[in-house]
């Protein structure tokens, strides 16, 4: 070859490799651009979380109150007494744990984003809320944290269960002759954990808040595969253990069940803000914020509460206004 052509040909090479890097170039920068557009001027919107409330219910409860004030939730109410609602449950053992379990088996497949499991009643003495109400403190409920952490017991306040509800590893072994005292769960705790938890060391210790209401994840509850759900949920048909307590044994599983540890007992200032929002409330202690939940003097609210006070006074609204507004939430729109 000539040196002429030689150098035609270097030539030639050398301008095919700055049009493929100036094509690149092109390339990189429209990318860059059009990053750059979508993000400022054309947001890129995301899909709403689906959302579900799961509720344990009996034929006659009233769970109009829920449609009624919480919008943008589907509502899945299991009856536990009546075989021929739409949503039933295979025996009424175990509480609201028999409906919570029974929901995951028939839906595990088809799950949404957000789960709240609950009771049926808008009051209930354990709603962490001044006065019980289970409106405000579900409409408060901030996704996005739920999202993020897979499971949330909706108690911040530790009082009851938190921070050791139960101490399984020391105590006696026999059950006491009246099975609703006050050690029952305690002493059933390490045969029922054996059989729920095949293979894991019983803890020393379990804290967390009562009473078994708790958001879950369809991606946190997805970690387990689906016959540990039914494993559960026939311990609880097969056991001996009467319906008080093999309920309890669940309500103080459920964060196990769902990834936390044995004592499970964030902040309760912390918990406030990230679970509600509620981030201004005064807290001197670590599992109690002041009056955001004072502790009732009995285990079952007054007939017509809230209007009917616990000794049977009446409460017109301005009065409900100054309860709500000394325990400090009156800014969430009550």
Same mark, same amino acid.
């Given at each position: ?70 919008? +943008?939730? %589907? $509502? ?8 021929? !609602?739409?949503?039933? *449950?295979?025996?009424? =053992? ?104 095949? +293979?894991? %060391? $019983? ?8 009473? !078994?209401?708790?958001? *879950?994840?369809?991606? =946190? ?114």
């Amino acid at each position: 070859m000539s040196d002429d052509m030689a150098i035609f040909t270097l030539s030639r090479r050398r301008s095919f490799r700055r049009v493929l890097l100036g094509f690149g170039l092109f390339v990189v920068i429209g990318l860059v651009l059009r990053a750059s557009w979508s993000s400022d001027s054309t947001p890129i919107p995301q899909t709403p979380a689906s959302k579900a409330f799961i509720v344990a219910s009996m034929k006659n409860d009233n769970t109009d109150w829920i449609s009624e004030n919480l919008t +943008g939730w %589907d $509502l899945i109410r299991y009856v536990v007494d009546d075989p021929k !609602a739409k949503y039933t *449950v295979p025996k009424n =053992k175990g509480r609201e744990a028999m409906v919570y379990l029974t929901y995951i088996i028939d839906h595990y497949d088809n799950l949404p984003d957000v789960m709240v499991l609950m009771h049926s009643e808008r009051y209930q003495w354990h709603n962490d809320d001044p006065i019980y109400d289970g409106v405000p403190m579900l409409r408060s409920l901030q996704i996005p944290y739920l999202l993020s952490q897979g499971y949330s017991n909706l108690r911040c306040v530790w009082t009851l269960g938190c921070p050791s509800e139960l101490k399984p590893s020391n105590v006696p072994q026999e059950m006491p002759a009246d099975p609703k005292a006050a050690k029952t769960t305690e002493i059933a705790y390490p045969a029922a954990f054996k059989a729920l938890f095949p +293979g894991e %060391d $019983l803890p020393e210790v379990i804290g967390v808040a009562c009473c !078994a209401q708790l958001a *879950v994840t369809r991606q =946190k509850v997805l970690e387990r595969p689906i016959s540990d759900y039914h494993r559960y949920r026939n311990w609880i048909l097969q056991t001996s253990l009467d319906d008080h307590v093999s309920g309890r044994v669940l309500e103080y599983s459920w964060h196990l069940i769902f990834g936390k540890k044995a004592v499970h007992c964030p902040n309760a200032k912390e918990c406030y803000c990230k679970t509600y929002g509620l981030c201004d409330l005064e807290c001197n202690e670590e599992g109690k914020c002041g009056e955001r939940w004072p502790f009732p003097p009995f285990s079952t609210l007054p007939s017509g509460w809230p209007t009917n006070g616990w000794d049977g006074e009446v409460r017109d609204e301005a009065k409900l206004a100054e309860l709500r507004r000394t325990a400090m939430i009156n800014r969430t729109g009550f």
